[in-house]
C-alpha cells in the first residue's frame, strides 16, 4: 500500500469540517487498507507509531526536522526557516520545496517502509542519536513526494493535526468492518481497555465485532481511566447514585495504574499513561511485597507524607518526584505512600464488570496492607449528613475531599 494514500486522505481530512464528512473520508482510507495493515494505518491516523504506553517517542525537534528537510529539498537551512516563517508550517514548507526540486516524482514510498524508517528514527539513542536520526528523516524524505513530506514532517514533529479523534477513526473502523456506527461502543470499550487502537483494530480485522466484544483487560496494558463526573451537593450525588454510595476520600497525589505481569515485572502508568516506575521505586518495592495476585492491575494514589508526623503532604512535594535525575535525593527528601482504591484484574479475572462493591472486597483481599501501602478510606452511605461528615473527615485528615 502506497503511502501517497494516506497522504491524500490527510489532505481531505483537513479541508473537512462536518463530522460526518470526516468518518466517511476515513472510512474510504480503512476500505482500501488491507487488513494486515489496518493496525498500521490506525496509529498513524492518531499521529503515533505506537500506543501511548509503549513509551515510544520520536525525538525530533523542528529545528531539527528542518535541517532535514535543507539536506532533502537540497537547499540551506536558511531557506528552510525563512519559508516556515512564510507558510507558518515546517510541513507545508517541506511540500513546497521538494516541489520546486522535483515536482513529478512518483510515488513509490510504501506505508510498511514509512512506519519501520519512522521506528528506526525513534529508536536512535545514545551517541550519535541526533545524526541517526536526521538521517532517517532524510532518507524518507527522499523517497517521498511533496504531499508525502508535508505529512512525514508533521508526523515526525508531533504536529499532524487532522482534525479528528480516536472517536472519529473508531466510528471509521466500525462502519467499514462491524456493520455500521451503532458498533462504536464496543469498540470504544476495547480501546479504554486496552490503550492500543492498533490492537483493536488487528482483532477486529481478524475476528470481527464477536472478538472485539470478547476482549478483556489483560497485564501490561493500561486501562485508560474513568474520570470523575463533579456534582456540587450531596443529594446530587445520592439521587444519581440510587440513594446509596461509597464516600472514598480523594487524595491530593499522583494516580497510578500499576501492572504487574506473569514474568514478575511491575510497571506503573499515570493517568496520561506515562511510564513512573523509575521515579517511585518504592511505591514498586511495596507492591512487589505486598501485592498478592502473580497477575494484577492496580489502582490507587501515590501521596506525599512526613514520615516524622504521618500526616499527607501537599500535592506539590510528591510533584517534585516527577523527574528524570536525582531519584535517590528525591526519595529520602520527598517520601509517598499508596492508597489503593481500585483492582481492575487478577491473574486472569477481568473485574471491570463486577459491581464496584466486589471489585472493593477483592481488592481487600489482594493485598497486605503496610503503613506506606493502604486501601483508600471508603463508607457507605445512604443520606446527606453522613456524606458530609466523611467530607469533612477527609479534609480534616488532609485529603482534597
Same mark, same amino acid.
Not at 4 to 19: K, M, N
Not at 266 to 285: A, G, H, N, W
Given at each position: 500500500?502506497?503511502?501517497?494514500?494516506?497522504?491524500?486522505? =490527510?489532505?481531505?481530512?483537513?479541508?473537512?469540517?462536518?463530522?460526518?464528512?470526516?468518518?466517511?473520508?476515513?472510512?474510504?482510507?480503512?476500505?482500501?487498507?488491507?487488513?494486515?495493515? +489496518?493496525?498500521?494505518?490506525?496509529?498513524?491516523?492518531?499521529?503515533?507509531?505506537?500506543?501511548?504506553?509503549?513509551?515510544?517517542?520520536?525525538?525530533?525537534?523542528?529545528?531539527?526536522?528542518?535541517?532535514?528537510?535543507?539536506?532533502?529539498?537540497?537547499?540551506?537551512?536558511?531557506?528552510?526557516?525563512?519559508?516556515?516563517?512564510?507558510?507558518?508550517?515546517?510541513?507545508?514548507?517541506?511540500?513546497?520545496?521538494?516541489?520546486?526540486?522535483?515536482?513529478?516524482?512518483?510515488?513509490?514510498?510504501?506505508?510498511?517502509?514509512?512506519?519501520?524508517?519512522?521506528?528506526?528514527?525513534?529508536?536512535?539513542?545514545?551517541?550519535?542519536?541526533?545524526?541517526?536520526?536526521?538521517?532517517?528523516?532524510?532518507?524518507?524524505?527522499?523517497?517521498?513526494?511533496? +504531499?508525502?513530506?508535508?505529512?512525514?514532517?508533521?508526523?515526525?514533529?508531533?504536529?499532524?493535526?487532522?482534525?479528528?479523534?480516536?472517536?472519529?477513526?473508531?466510528?471509521?473502523?466500525?462502519?467499514?468492518?462491524?456493520?455500521?456506527?451503532?458498533?462504536?461502543?464496543?469498540?470504544?470499550?476495547?480501546?479504554?481497555?486496552?490503550?492500543?487502537?492498533?490492537?483493536?483494530?488487528?482483532?477486529?480485522?481478524?475476528?470481527?465485532?464477536?472478538?472485539?466484544?470478547?476482549?478483556?483487560?489483560?497485564?501490561?496494558?493500561?486501562?485508560?481511566?474513568?474520570?470523575?463526573?463533579?456534582?456540587?451537593?450531596?443529594?446530587?450525588?445520592?439521587?444519581?447514585?440510587?440513594?446509596?454510595?461509597?464516600?472514598?476520600?480523594? =487524595?491530593?497525589?499522583?494516580?497510578?495504574?500499576?501492572?504487574?505481569?506473569?514474568?514478575?515485572?511491575?510497571?506503573?502508568?499515570?493517568?496520561?499513561?506515562?511510564?513512573?516506575?523509575?521515579?517511585?521505586?518504592?511505591?514498586?518495592?511495596?507492591?512487589?511485597?505486598?501485592?498478592?495476585?502473580?497477575?494484577?492491575?492496580?489502582?490507587?494514589?501515590?501521596?506525599?507524607?512526613?514520615?516524622?508526623?504521618?500526616?499527607?503532604?501537599?500535592?506539590?512535594?510528591?510533584?517534585?518526584?516527577?523527574?528524570?535525575?536525582?531519584?535517590?535525593?528525591?526519595?529520602?527528601? =520527598?517520601?509517598?505512600?499508596?492508597?489503593?482504591?481500585?483492582?481492575?484484574?487478577?491473574?486472569?479475572?477481568?473485574?471491570?464488570?463486577?459491581? =464496584?462493591?466486589?471489585?472493593?472486597?477483592?481488592?481487600?483481599?489482594?493485598?497486605?496492607?503496610?503503613?506506606?501501602?493502604?486501601?483508600?478510606?471508603?463508607?457507605?452511605?445512604?443520606?446527606?449528613?453522613?456524606?458530609?461528615?466523611?467530607?469533612?473527615?477527609?479534609?480534616?485528615?488532609?485529603?482534597?475531599?
Amino acid at each position: 500500500m502506497r503511502y501517497q494514500i494516506i497522504a491524500e486522505t =490527510y489532505r481531505d481530512l483537513e479541508g473537512a469540517s462536518a463530522r460526518l464528512e470526516l468518518i466517511g473520508r476515513l472510512a474510504g482510507l480503512v476500505r482500501q487498507t488491507p487488513e494486515g495493515l +489496518l493496525p498500521t494505518v490506525a496509529l498513524l491516523c492518531q499521529g503515533q507509531i505506537a500506543p501511548d504506553f509503549a513509551g515510544v517517542e520520536l525525538g525530533l525537534n523542528e529545528r531539527l526536522a528542518a535541517r532535514a528537510v535543507a539536506t532533502a529539498t537540497e537547499v540551506p537551512p536558511e531557506q528552510v526557516l525563512a519559508t516556515a516563517r512564510e507558510t507558518g508550517d515546517l510541513g507545508l514548507t517541506a511540500e513546497r520545496l521538494l516541489g520546486e526540486l522535483d515536482p513529478d516524482r512518483a510515488a513509490t514510498l510504501e506505508v510498511q517502509v514509512v512506519f519501520e524508517g519512522l521506528h528506526q528514527i525513534a529508536a536512535a539513542e545514545g551517541t550519535g542519536s541526533q545524526g541517526r536520526k536526521l538521517a532517517g528523516l532524510v532518507g524518507l524524505l527522499q523517497q517521498a513526494t511533496p +504531499l508525502e513530506a508535508r505529512y512525514l514532517v508533521r508526523t515526525c514533529t508531533g504536529s499532524l493535526r487532522l482534525g479528528i479523534g480516536t472517536a472519529t477513526i473508531l466510528d471509521a473502523l466500525a462502519e467499514v468492518h462491524a456493520g455500521g456506527r451503532k458498533a462504536r461502543p464496543v469498540l470504544e470499550r476495547a480501546y479504554n481497555i486496552c490503550s492500543d487502537l492498533g490492537l483493536v483494530a488487528a482483532t477486529l480485522a481478524a475476528g470481527g465485532l464477536e472478538a472485539v466484544e470478547a476482549m478483556q483487560v489483560r497485564a501490561g496494558n493500561p486501562v485508560r481511566p474513568m474520570l470523575a463526573q463533579r456534582l456540587s451537593e450531596p443529594a446530587e450525588i445520592l439521587a444519581k447514585l440510587g440513594g446509596r454510595c461509597a464516600a472514598e476520600y480523594k =487524595y491530593d497525589g499522583i494516580r497510578v495504574q500499576a501492572h504487574r505481569t506473569a514474568d514478575g515485572q511491575l510497571e506503573l502508568y499515570t493517568r496520561r499513561l506515562d511510564r513512573v516506575s523509575t521515579q517511585f521505586p518504592e511505591v514498586v518495592k511495596l507492591l512487589q511485597e505486598h501485592l498478592l495476585p502473580r497477575e494484577a492491575i492496580l489502582e490507587g494514589e501515590v501521596v506525599a507524607f512526613d514520615p516524622a508526623s504521618g500526616e499527607l503532604r501537599p500535592f506539590q512535594d510528591v510533584m517534585f518526584r516527577r523527574r528524570k535525575y536525582g531519584i535517590t535525593e528525591a526519595v529520602s527528601d =520527598y517520601p509517598v505512600s499508596m492508597f489503593c482504591f481500585e483492582l481492575l484484574y487478577a491473574d486472569g479475572a477481568d473485574l471491570t464488570r463486577l459491581p =464496584y462493591l466486589e471489585r472493593r472486597a477483592a481488592l481487600a483481599e489482594a493485598i497486605t496492607t503496610a503503613p506506606r501501602l493502604r486501601l483508600a478510606t471508603a463508607e457507605q452511605v445512604d443520606d446527606e449528613a453522613e456524606m458530609e461528615r466523611v467530607f469533612e473527615q477527609a479534609v480534616a485528615e488532609g485529603c482534597e475531599g
